[in-house]
T-cell receptor, first 116, second 109 residues
């Protein structure tokens, strides 16, 4: 199956700092990628849809100025958590739809963010 | 009512047991259905798609009942390595993918 990578896998930062998370499709091009967050023992919640060459589409309740998404190339989408606060601590996962079956999603390994 | 509901478990079963999970959904327009597996602190991975006709992959059998709006996953001959959280996932068209909160399974020796 397709491979999606994320970097970093884990980050700890102080309140008020910004954190950038990268999501890369390694062996295929992805014009669309999705960003999710997951709290412990909770389901994945879609935050936004990242579109190559255009603005991201944010889900209701997600602050676009706080969670900046850039999809500058066909293999890279970035999520920047600006002015992070402890409540932003979560597991952030990106995914890209499959080529053969658009309904299937390939997930990155996730980034665990801890804001102190 | 949540769009996707799953029994969170945990289900604690011995090796070799058969275990079944159900998942109900509220949106009758849902088009595609999947079971994903998620290990602790890892990303979800596709286990199998779910079709109305039912489908089987080795020890795993998935069923979809559109009339009653639920899907099921049956695991036969449970292995220790089956211990994980199983996510019910559906797609309502386009990019709208909804995840259940998952059912935790622990298989004991």
């Amino acid at each position: 199956g397709a491979v999606v990578s994320q970097h970093p896998s884990r980050v700890i930062c102080k309140s008020g700092t910004s954190v950038k998370i990268e999501c890369r499709s390694l062996d295929f091009q992805a014009t669309t990628m999705f960003w999710y967050r997951q709290f412990p023992k909770k389901s994945l919640m879609l935050m936004a849809t990242s579109n190559e060459g255009s603005k991201a589409t944010y889900e209701q309740g997600v602050e676009k100025d706080k969670f900046l998404i850039n999809h500058a190339s066909l293999t890279l989408s970035t999520l920047t958590v600006t002015s992070a606060h402890p409540e932003d601590s979560s597991f952030y996962i990106c995914s890209a739809p499959g080529l053969a079956d658009y309904n299937e999603q390939f997930f990155g390994p996730g980034t665990r963010l801890t804001v102190l | 009512r949540k769009e996707v509901e799953q029994d969170p478990g945990p289900f604690n079963v011995p090796e070799g047991a058969t275990v079944a999970f159900n998942c109900t959904y509220s949106n009758s327009a849902s088009q595609s259905f999947f079971w994903y597996r998620q290990d602790c602190r890892k990303e979800p991975k596709l286990l199998m798609s779910v079709y109305s006709s039912g489908n089987e992959d080795g020890r795993f059998t998935a069923q979809l009942n559109r009339a009653s709006q639920y899907i099921s996953l049956l695991i036969r001959d449970s292995k220790l390595s089956d211990s994980a959280t199983y996510l019910c996932v559906l797609n309502t068209g386009g990019f709208k993918t909804i995840f259940g909160a998952g059912t935790r399974l622990f298989v004991k020796a």
